[in-house]
């Protein structure tokens, strides 16, 4: 058995962002467009109004997140600076967030969109980099990437997650804008993003406004009993109850983090390492494969860049096997 400081150094291993931010030398010399491979950005960090310029904000990594925060932001033509050492991201607020998407989606000849929520640690440097990087690949295909980008200036697992409840309830914000659009919205969450997701699915059905189209849940740290039947919190079926088409939970055996996930949570085992195992055909879940469906992902692992990151076997959400799946289940 590794030892508990040994799992917790694989967990810190893998949360911890890998991606090089490139923002961070090209804004010594003023403030840089994010792209057109990043239109749209939405945020739910506290982000700050600039004097004089109505409907503009800046918004960084260090923005403490609050727990009871209830509004979330849609920007577009987003740049970014450095100020001592620091990305400041500047946004214009989006008025019609369902008309900004068709937009783009006609734009880019899409026929969806696909939100992203990042997981543990990861700050909006990082989170740009992985959508610009996905948005890239998708060119020419059936679909763009929004990121997601909630607080996570707390390197602390119970921190950060601390601060989950308050970025979906700023979410729910933004549902009705984004229901005004006729592309259909599908939302892939990432480790933690799963928890964000997990509380912004409302615990009434009869409270439901919104429907994603899929919902690709990737290395989950959530209980790995979310959509087993009997299970007493009612999760899997409200996040089942948001979505019009599937839920796919992508899962890996081999997945050290959330291993080390384990050990902080009492034991409790987590849904993106264990998946279906033992559950399948047996009556078990609360859906069958024509709502949910599990897809051991430890093939997508291995398209993971550089040795350290496959061992951890949790990082695999935007490798080119993962955005070819997204795609084909849209």
Not at 34 to 60: C, K, M, Q, S, W
Not at 246 to 263: E, F, I, S, T
Request: proline share 4%; net charge negative.
């Amino acid at each position: 058995m590794i030892p508990q400081l040994g799992l917790l150094l694989a967990t810190a291993a893998a949360f911890a962002p890998t991606r090089i931010n490139k923002y961070s030398l090209s804004t010594r010399l003023g403030a840089t467009p994010l792209g057109a491979n990043l239109p749209l950005v939405i945020t739910t960090i506290d982000a700050r109004p600039v004097e004089g310029e109505p409907g503009v904000y800046d918004f960084d990594k260090n923005i403490v997140g609050d727990a009871a925060d209830d509004d979330a932001h849609f920007f577009k033509d987003v740049t970014v600076r450095e100020e001592k050492g620091v990305n400041i991201y500047r946004g214009t607020e989006v008025q019609n967030a369902g008309a900004a998407i068709d937009e783009i989606a006609r734009q880019r000849g899409c026929k969806h969109c696909m939100m992203y929520v990042h997981g543990f640690t990861n700050t909006p440097g990082v989170v740009f980099d992985a959508v610009e990087a996905m948005n890239e690949y998708y060119k020419g295909k059936d679909v763009f990437v929004i990121p997601i980008c909630w607080p996570a200036e707390r390197v602390n697992y119970f921190g950060q997650k601390e601060d989950a409840p308050g970025a979906a309830n700023a979410l729910r914000s933004l549902v009705p804008g984004v229901m005004s659009a006729t592309t259909p919205i599908s939302v892939m969450c990432h480790s933690m993003g799963n928890f964000v997701l997990k509380k912004f699915a409302p615990d009434d059905p009869a409270k439901v406004r919104f429907k994603f189209h899929n919902i690709y849940m990737v290395a989950a740290d959530v209980r790995s009993t979310t959509f087993d039947k009997g299970d007493d919190t009612g999760d899997g079926a409200d996040i089942l109850s948001i979505c019009g088409k599937k839920v796919h939970v992508l899962w890996n055996w081999w997945d050290m983090a959330l291993l080390g996930r384990r050990a902080l949570n009492s034991g409790r085992r987590a849904l993106g390492k264990v998946g279906d195992e033992g559950k399948q055909g047996d009556g078990k879940l609360i859906a069958d494969a024509s709502e949910l469906v599990y897809r051991e992902s430890n093939d997508l692992n291995k398209q993971v860049e550089g040795f350290v990151n496959r061992r951890t076997g949790h990082g695999y959400q935007a490798v080119d096997g993962a955005l070819d799946y997204y795609l084909a289940e849209l």
